[in-house]
């Protein structure tokens, strides 16, 4: 492809990316799609056997009306289950997971402003706090830069390897440092810490936090409120995985150090 012209290209990589959209929807829709349904048959079972027991007790849509409101609130991060003596949907840890989210772009959507004054300052704080966080990437990845160099130019001066060859174990070399310390290491003390979630969900957490996708169906919590352990470790596996990214690129154009 790269003795294709530019007009040329364009097409192609636009088919490509049509194509795996479709390739990646059919597997999600083979996949998902069974459990989807089985969920939905047993929350139907279980809604029609409520109000086989129950409906004479409510009036016509009382139950309905009431499950809306709560799905609605929830939707935007507010839930009154439990017995009250939890900390608030807005307590400092999950107000700092949700400004980590916004600097961060990741984006968990669990939580949202609700009154005017919180989304206008929403705008002026991401406006603001997005530029300064890439402003402090910069400088931890001048920082870690000659520190994460090092290893591939001993290797490069000990194996000299060709050049291509180089560049392709220090990409599995720096694939390797994200993948163990701020993947597999985070989802292991996540997995300790919580203790209601698998290894798998743990490790799919951090890694949805780790690629700035952060779907949100699934957080690190007691209840409601974040444990601020979890959320040092992702502000931290966040801010290391952009710098070894950095460090990748810029080992390409100094490879001297």
């Not at 007009?7 to 059919?26: K, N």
């Not at 459990?35 to 109000?51: H, I, S």
């Not at 772009?105 to 997005?130: D, E, I, N, R, W």
Request: hydrophobic share 50%.
């Amino acid at each position: 492809m790269g003795a294709l012209r530019p007009w040329a290209r364009f097409p192609l990589l636009v088919v490509g990316h049509l194509l795996a959209l479709g390739i990646g929807a059919a597997v999600f829709q083979a996949l998902e799609g069974p459990p989807a349904l089985r969920l939905q048959a047993k929350l139907r079972t279980e809604l029609a056997a409520f109000q086989a027991e129950y409906g004479a007790c409510l009036p016509p849509g009382a139950l309905e009306e009431l499950l809306g409101t709560a799905l609605a609130a929830q939707a935007r991060g507010v839930s009154s289950w439990g017995d009250g003596s939890e900390a608030g949907n807005w307590d400092l840890p999950s107000a700092l997971l949700f400004t980590a989210s916004i600097l961060t772009t990741t984006g968990y959507g669990c939580m949202a402003p609700l009154s005017a004054g919180g989304k206008a300052f929403c705008v002026v704080y991401a406006a603001l706090g997005l530029p300064a966080s890439l402003a402090l990437l910069a400088a931890l990845r001048r920082c870690l830069l000659p520190l994460l160099s090092r290893p591939g130019a001993w290797v490069a001066a000990y194996w000299r390897p060709a050049p291509a060859r180089a560049a392709l174990l220090r990409a599995a070399g720096l694939g390797l440092l994200v993948a163990g310390a701020f993947v597999l290491l985070p989802a292991l003390v996540l997995w300790g810490v919580q203790g209601d979630c698998s290894l798998l969900e743990a490790i799919y957490f951090c890694f949805s936090s780790l690629s700035t996708i952060g779907l949100g169906d699934l957080l690190p919590g007691h209840g409601r409120g974040l444990h601020p352990v979890l959320y040092h470790l992702g502000q931290l596996a966040l801010l290391g995985e952009s710098s070894c990214q950095g460090a990748g690129r810029g080992g390409k154009r100094r490879p001297d150090y």
